[in-house]
C-alpha cells in the first residue's frame, strides 16, 4: 500500500528533478501505477523506487509507461470511426484537414485516422499531428510496427469498419511484426506534449483526446479542457474516451454531438 504522504512526496520530488507535475492527476490511477512499477522491478518498497527515479532518467522515463499506462488499439470502437467517416468528417467544410490525437501512445490512433481519411480520398489533404507525454510510446508510434500478436488481438474490430479488406492492405508484413505502410505516416508530425503543462499554437478541425481525462482531478481537466477549446476551430470536434466523463464547467465548452461514440462539438462563444 502507498500512503497519501508517500504518494505526495514522490511527486514532488519528480516535479523537482524532472519538472513533471503530477500533483492533480488521479491519486487511486497514480497509486495503481506506482504498485505497478514496484512489482515489475521487484522493488520492496517506497524508498528503493524514489531512489532508482530520482538518480536513473533512464529508468524513469520508462517508468511514465507504467504510471500512465498505454491503452490504445488499431480501431479501437469502431463506431467512431464509422461515425466519422460516415458523418463527422463529410460535415467539415475545409478542404484541408487539420487534426490533434492528444495522448497518442503507440499510434494505433493516429494510424486509423489516417486509414479513414483513405477511404474519404482525403489522406493528402490532411496533416495530423500526434502527441505524448511518454518517449518510448512516441518512438513505436512513430515506428509504426507493431507484433503480430497484437495485430491479431485488432481484427476484430479491423473488420468491422472494413469487412471485405486484409490488414496486408495497409501493413508490411514480416516474420513476426507488421510496419504501417509508409504513406499512412508522410503525413503525421509525432511530438512530446505535456498536456497539463504545455501549449499549442495551432487550431484543429477534430481533437482526439481518448481515456487521458481519467488521470486528472477536476483542476487538471479544467486547464486540459481550456487548451483542447482554445485549439479547436469553431464547430470543431472533439473525441473522448469511453472511459472519460465530461465534467459540468466543460459542457459549457463542448456539447454533445453523439453520446454513444463520445463526440462533442466546440460551442462558440458567440452562441
Known amino acids: 500500500m502507498i500512503s497519501d504522504e508517500e504518494l505526495t512526496a514522490l511527486m514532488q520530488a519528480i516535479n523537482n528533478r524532472y519538472g513533471l507535475d503530477f500533483t ?21 518498497s517506497i524508498i528503493e ?6 538518480k536513473d532518467n533512464v529508468f524513469f522515463q520508462g517508468a511514465i509507461d507504467d504510471l500512465l499506462v498505454n491503452l490504445t488499439e488499431l480501431f479501437r470502437n469502431p463506431d467512431v470511426w464509422i461515425k466519422l467517416r460516415e458523418t463527422v468528417i463529410p460535415e467539415i467544410p475545409n478542404s484541408f484537414l487539420k487534426i490533434w490525437h492528444a495522448g497518442c501512445s503507440t499510434g494505433e490512433e493516429v494510424y486509423t485516422m489516417n486509414i479513414v481519411l483513405e477511404t474519404l480520398n482525403l ?8 502527441t505524448d507525454l511518454s518517449k518510448t510510446a512516441l518512438a513505436k508510434a512513430k515506428k509504426g510496427e507493431y507484433s503480430l500478436v497484437t495485430l491479431k488481438q485488432y481484427l476484430v474490430p479491423f ?9 496486408s492492405d495497409y ?19 509525432f511530438q512530446r506534449h505535456n498536456l497539463v503543462m504545455d501549449q499549442m499554437n495551432e487550431k484543429y478541425d477534430i481533437i482526439f483526446c481518448r481515456n487521458v481525462m481519467i488521470y486528472f482531478d477536476d483542476t487538471l481537466k479544467k486547464r486540459v479542457l ?9 464547430d470543431g470536434y472533439l473525441i473522448i474516451g469511453y472511459y472519460d466523463i465530461m465534467p459540468d464547467f466543460g459542457k459549457a465548452m463542448f456539447g454533445i ?3 454513444r461514440t463520445r463526440i462533442y462539438k466546440k460551442i462558440s462563444q458567440s452562441n
Not at 514496484?38 to 520492496?44: A, C, I, S, V
Open 24 to 44: 492533480n492527476y488521479e491519486r487511486t490511477s497514480l497509486k495503481r501505477g506506482i504498485v505497478r512499477l514496484m512489482l515489475k522491478n521487484n522493488l520492496e
Open 49 to 54: 523506487l524514489w531512489s532508482l527515479v530520482l
Open 123 to 130: 489522406l493528402h489533404k490532411s496533416k495530423l499531428v500526434a
Open 159 to 167: 473488420l468491422k469498419f472494413f469487412p471485405n479488406r486484409e490488414m
Open 171 to 189: 501493413f508490411d508484413f514480416h516474420d513476426k511484426h507488421a510496419a504501417i505502410k509508409s504513406k499512412y505516416s508522410n503525413n503525421v508530425t
Open 226 to 234: 481550456d487548451l483542447l477549446y482554445s485549439c479547436l476551430k469553431d
Open 257 to 259: 454531438y453523439d453520446v
